[in-house]
């Protein structure tokens, strides 16, 4: 995967937030990880503001065609609602409004009722989360979104770990975002990778002490 300034910035952008980290970390598969990257930390106006401006432009420059986003719950649902405010103003979209959606973890049984909240599900609609791990979220996203009678068309994410899921020597073959690509056909468009995050530990001295490790790690679970 290729890098490129708006994939660098945002690197350095979750590391001067807090979002992206160096260290030893504990992850929720049980696996020690020499960086973290919790997009939850991403939690003020500006930030967050900042961070929408970095997915409207990641999905710009995808120029896959798209109706509407679709956010998630939880974590999808703020990340939706700004992003389609950043497409709104940006000079690609000529002033075209973006819908959104997004759905509850509960089914509400009275008002409009349903789990289903925002614009109606229609045309093509772009699934937006801060990473993939399980994969479960997209799994219900599509199976939303198509009852609705609307079509799953790409998932938009923050960051790509390039890592494989499985205990030790079972490791599944591709990673998470592979996984959803070939089992759904659909696209996954990300704002930065581990290669990117590798680029910044190249290029700058003063997280150079922590390269050795993250390169050792992805020989162990990444894709290659």
Do not use: W
Not at 123 to 128: N, T, Y
């Amino acid at each position: 995967m290729s890098t490129g300034p708006e994939r660098g910035a945002f690197v350095q952008f979750a590391l001067s937030e807090g979002v992206l980290r160096f260290g030893s970390f504990v992850t929720k598969s049980g696996r020690t990880s020499p960086y973290f990257f919790n997009a939850g930390l991403f939690n003020s106006g500006a930030s967050v503001g900042r961070l929408a401006q970095f997915y409207a432009q990641a999905l710009v420059d995808s120029k896959l065609p798209f109706d509407m986003l679709f956010g998630p719950a939880y974590k999808g649902i703020p990340l939706a609602t700004a992003t389609a405010v950043a497409l709104a103003s940006h000079p690609a979209m000529h002033g075209q409004p973006i819908d959104f959606a997004y759905n509850r973890k509960e089914a509400k049984d009275h008002g409009e009722g349903g789990v289903l909240v925002g614009a109606p599900l229609k045309g093509r609609v772009v699934i937006i989360d801060d990473v993939i791990t399980a994969g479960t979220s997209v799994r219900e996203s599509v199976e939303m979104i198509r009852a609705a009678g609307a079509e799953p068309c790409a998932v938009l994410i923050a960051m790509d770990r390039m890592e494989r899921a499985g205990a030790e020597g079972q490791l599944s073959p591709h990673s998470a975002v592979q996984e959803v690509q070939q089992r759904y056909g659909l696209p996954v468009v990300t704002i930065a990778s581990l290669d990117d995050i590798l680029a910044l530990l190249k290029q700058n001295a003063e997280f150079a002490q922590y390269r050795e490790a993250v390169l050792a790690y992805r020989m162990r679970y990444g894709i290659q």
